[in-house]
């Protein structure tokens, strides 16, 4: 932050006196400090300076940055948020051994269109522009991370974001669980809270996780369709097999009922469970 320069102020001689201005420097103006959680989050390499480093590093970044940022522009969701921070992978890159920023696999780029579109519709209506502190993973790096085995991650589906605008985490979480239960479902968000005010977004499967007690209990609770089909109405018992007392006579065979047998074959019953 550029210094202000002291401002200056005479003090006035009594009266009759013949003596010199006195120049006395003011205090400066405390200034409030800066917002920005991201940096909890972001070390130098996965800074700006640092994304210019390893865009310069090799040539052929520049090609594959240009049809990633390119394929975004043709599916409307280019510059919700800058696309080179779409690029950083885990915030642990460095402990890993693995590279700041990472240019998806082109098989995994649709699936990073619907997760865009829901930040696009209601997350940064909701709680103000968002920065992204981690997004696509490769599986060696989502593992060293301590990344979930079916994480997001690996499909370039999440989007790991804090919030630019100054707030608290529990009104962070409130306002994002009320959006979350209004639209989730029809993007299949899922909505995750890490420490402080990083949270994650996903388009995978609709679900909520990491929520404090007290403001889940404000939130309504999560049934999925699946569920709901998996949790049928149980099927009757089998009826018991008769006693064997009562079971009719066994009788020889006759050449009538032998002929019979193949056309009785060819009847089955429906096993229990199956489409009837």
């Not at 994304?51 to 043709?74: E, M």
């Not at 948020?81 to 098989?107: D, H, I, M, Y």
């Not at 009788?251 to 047998?261: E, H, N, S």
Request: glycine share 6%.
């Amino acid at each position: 932050m550029r210094a202000l320069a002291p401002a200056l102020f005479l003090v006035a001689a009594p009266a009759g006196a013949q003596t010199a201005s006195v120049a006395v420097p003011l205090a400066p103006t405390p200034q409030p400090p800066v917002w920005d959680p991201a940096s909890a989050y972001i070390t130098a390499g996965q800074d700006e300076p640092g994304y210019r480093a390893w865009y310069l590093a090799s040539p052929w970044r520049a090609g594959q940055v240009k049809a990633f940022n390119d394929y975004l522009a043709s599916a409307e969701v280019s510059g919700i948020v800058p696309t080179w921070q779409l690029l950083r992978t885990a915030t642990s890159w460095k402990n890993c051994g693995g590279q700041p920023f990472e240019v998806p696999p082109t098989t995994e780029w649709p699936h990073m269109i619907q997760t865009l579109r829901y930040i696009r519709d209601y997350v940064i209506p909701s709680v103000g522009p968002v920065e992204p502190v981690s997004v696509y993973r490769n599986p060696i790096l989502n593992i060293c991370a301590g990344g979930a085995p079916e994480s997001a991650h690996k499909l370039d589906s999440a989007v790991d974001l804090v919030p630019l605008r100054p707030t608290d985490r529990v009104t962070l979480m409130r306002t994002l669980c009320g959006v979350h239960s209004a639209h989730g479902a029809a993007y299949k968000t899922g909505l995750g809270f890490y420490a402080y005010l990083r949270f994650h977004v996903d388009s995978t499967k609709y679900r909520r996780w990491n929520m404090d007690p007290a403001v889940a209990a404000e939130c309504p609770p999560i049934v999925h369709p699946d569920d709901i089909a998996s949790v049928g109405q149980p099927l009757p018992p089998a009826p018991a097999p008769a006693p064997t007392s009562m079971l009719p006579a066994q009788v020889p065979a006759t050449p009538a009922a032998t002929a019979a047998q193949p056309a009785a074959a060819a009847v089955k019953t429906p096993e229990r469970g199956q489409p009837h």
